[in-house]
Each structure stands twice: as C-alpha cells, then as structure tokens.
T-cell receptor, first 115, second 113 residues
Framework: KNQVEQSPQSLIILEGKNCTLQ??????????LRWYKQDTGRGPVSLTI?????NTKSNGRYTATLDADTKQSSLHITASQLSDSASYIC??????????????FGRGTQLTVWP | DAMVIQNPRYQVTQFGKPVTLSCSQT?????MYWYQQKSSQAPKLLFH???????NEADTPDNFQSRRPNTSFCFLDIRSPGLGDAAMYLC????????????FGPGTRLTVL
C-alpha cells in the first residue's frame, strides 16, 4: 500500500533552535518527494523537490535529505523563526506511465515556534 | 505575483444551498486539481483535469461537480452542501516535465451553516 508517514505529529521549539522533521514512505515506484509548508488557512507552498538521485537539497534555512534506499526523508530547519510556525507536509509522487504521477500526502507535522 | 488564484477566500453557505468555488491560473498549465482538506488532515484529491479531460476520483461524492471552460479557469460546484462538506478547498496546477511540481492556490474555506 502506498503510504507516507510523518513524525512527529506536532513539535514545539524555541525561537533560534534547530529541528528535524521525518518522513517515511512506501510509495513505489518512486518519482520524487516534496516538502511543503502550509500556514494556517493557506495553501501549501513548495520548499524543496527531490528526485531519486538527489540526497540533499537546501532552500535557505531549510535542508531536505532523501535516502531512496530506506525510503526516508528529513527536513531540517536551522535557526528557527516565529514565522516557521506552520504545518510541514511531505508529498511523494509515484512514477507512472502517464504524465500524471499520483501524489501521496503525509498528514503533516505541526511546528510551533515560541519566542 | 499570484499564480493560482482562488475566490472567494472564505465562503459561507447554508445546508443544501448550492455553492461554486472558482480557481484561475496564470501559469498556462495543462493540469488542474481540486483537493478537499479537513482540519489536521492531508489534502484529499477530488478530481483533476488534463486539458479538458476530466478525471473523477472513485470516492468523490456525486454532490461535487467541476467545470473547466478554458485553460485558465476551473470551478468546483457543490450541489447540496452538507455539514460534512465544511473544509478548505485547494486548487492546484501542475507543471509539465519530470518535476511534476504542483502549485497550490491559497484555498477557499467553506463553512456550512
């Protein structure tokens, strides 16, 4: 069964601290993996997208890693800011013959950054 | 610059009163999607268009319909909203090529009274 599991479900950290969010998936065959940030009441915004051959990708203070062998990904946030408070969603795309690769969404990690 | 625009951002309707949500895009993408997202849950795909080719998910209720009159616009019609249809509705478009990156709109929050 194609699934995407994220942990932790929620996380509270102090401003300025680092944190790491986890994503495990069973989607196969794998096409790519994305991390989205979703602010409350807003649509998801893409942070990174990684294909099979990419191990690490950074976007400012966000660094995503991918281990396609173990089917695990992480999102590391450095020097957290209050504006980082949001839900972080891991999305895995399945490789299919058509141009429309189906997306599988995790339930997200709700991050709260306290001052 | 807004690329996927949804209107209205907040919609309040009465139980059983039809409602239409709209989505427009400036990206000229072939594919457009409608998702339903309830609190603390992952977005759930309702249907998608590849150009004018409509694809309905098997578990999307008949109460939900969609129209895509042209590349730029897509509409979600809820014929008889129930209390369980209260949710955030997200529109997304997809770029072509191997990246298949989806661009989401800001969403429409639907409240059913």
């Amino acid at each position: 069964k194609n699934q995407v599991e994220q942990s932790p479900q929620s996380l509270i950290i102090l401003e300025g601290k680092n944190c790491t969010l986890q994503c495990n998936y069973t989607v196969s065959p794998f096409s790519n993996l994305r991390w989205y940030k979703q602010d409350t009441g807003r649509g998801p915004v893409s942070l990174t997208i990684m294909t099979f051959s990419e191990n690490t990708k950074s976007n400012g203070r966000y660094t995503a890693t991918l281990d396609a062998d173990t089917k695990q990904s992480s999102l590391h946030i450095t020097a957290s800011q209050l504006s980082d408070s949001a839900s972080y969603i891991c999305v895995v795309s399945k490789k299919e013959g058509s141009t429309l690769g189906r997306l599988y969404f995790g339930r997200g990690t709700q991050l709260t950054v306290w001052p | 610059d807004a690329m996927v625009i949804q209107n209205p951002r907040y919609q309040v309707t009465q139980f059983g009163k039809p409602v239409t949500l709209s989505c427009s895009q400036t990206l000229n993408h072939n594919v457009m999607y409608w998702y339903q997202q309830k609190s603390s849950q992952a977005p759930k795909l309702l249907f998608h268009y590849y150009d004018k080719d409509f694809n309905n998910e098997a578990d999307t209720p008949d109460n939900f319909q969609s129209r895509r009159p042209n590349t730029s616009f897509c509409f979600l019609d809820i014929r008889s909203p129930g209390l369980g249809d209260a949710a955030m509705y997200l529109c997304a478009t997809m770029a072509g090529g191997l990246s298949r990156e989806q661009f989401f709109g800001p969403g429409t929050r639907l409240t059913v009274l």
